[in-house]
């Protein structure tokens, strides 16, 4: 079956300039969490949607970064005014609950490069 | 807070050697403990995880995992190596209970299988 999408796979962009990154989950699973990668560093949590609650945004690094999820479908990142430490791998992952134990699921992330 | 910490950056070996690659923790709370394994090019892929039970934990291809609550290790081990077993390893935590989902992540291990 399908697994976690994400696009773009590649994404260059003039610092200063806003970005938006996009999650498919797999069909179902109702938490979906970002993280981000930078290089050298281990995977560093960003946000958290689970079905309806209100998402956890408490590893957001700045007010420049947002997220969005409508449902339990679709979910865009968004990077307002990138700076060039912006730069990093973007990875989404989706599990059919976020509490218990389910195994989070990756996709195969963005890679984000601030010029 | 949890936090994890991956001893070595990068581990070279030669095809058919043992390997271990070694993850400590630190938590004020009991933990779930999770090794990831990154191929090139590819999204994170969870390779085995410890919940409860037997401390010895076996993942696909062959590796397997010991928890060590004393030391707070959770170290990962395979007796014999394959180049395709080249590729980046994470060690992740869970906190048990409470509403957020997200894991906490190690640096990573870049583990170099050669001929």
């Known amino acids: 079956g399908a697994g976690v999408s994400q696009s773009p796979s590649n994404k260059v962009t003039e610092k200063g300039k806003d970005v938006e990154l996009r999650c498919d989950p797999i069909s179902g699973h109702t938490a979906l969490y970002w993280y981000r990668q930078r290089l050298g560093q281990g995977l560093e949590f960003l946000i958290y949607f689970q079905g309806n609650s209100a998402p956890d945004k408490s590893g957001l690094p700045s007010d420049r970064f947002s997220a969005e999820r409508t449902g339990e479908s679709v979910s865009t990142l968004t990077i307002q005014r990138t700076q060039q430490e912006d730069s990093a791998v973007y990875l989404c992952?989706?599990?059919?609950?976020?509490?218990?134990?389910?195994?989070?699921?990756f996709g195969p992330g963005t890679r984000l490069t601030v010029l | 807070a949890q936090s994890v910490t991956q001893l070595d950056s990068q581990v070279p070996v030669f095809e058919e050697a043992p390997v271990e690659l070694r993850c400590n923790y630190s938590s004020s709370v009991s933990v779930y403990l999770f090794w990831y394994v990154q191929y090139p090019n590819q999204g994170l892929q969870l390779l085995l995880k410890?919940?409860?039970?037997?401390?010895l934990v076996k993942g696909i291809n062959g590796f397997e995992a010991e928890f060590n609550k004393s030391q707070t290790s959770f170290h990962l081990r395979k007796p014999s190596v394959h180049i395709s077993d080249t590729a980046e390893y994470f060690c992740?935590?869970?906190?048990?209970?409470?509403?957020?989902?997200?894991?906490?992540f190690g640096k990573g291990t870049k583990l170099s299988v050669k001929p």
């Open positions: 992952a989706s599990s059919l609950q976020g509490r218990f134990l389910n195994e989070q699921f």
């Open positions: 410890y919940l409860s039970g037997s401390t």
């Open positions: 992740a935590v869970k906190a048990y209970g409470g509403s957020q989902g997200n894991l906490i």
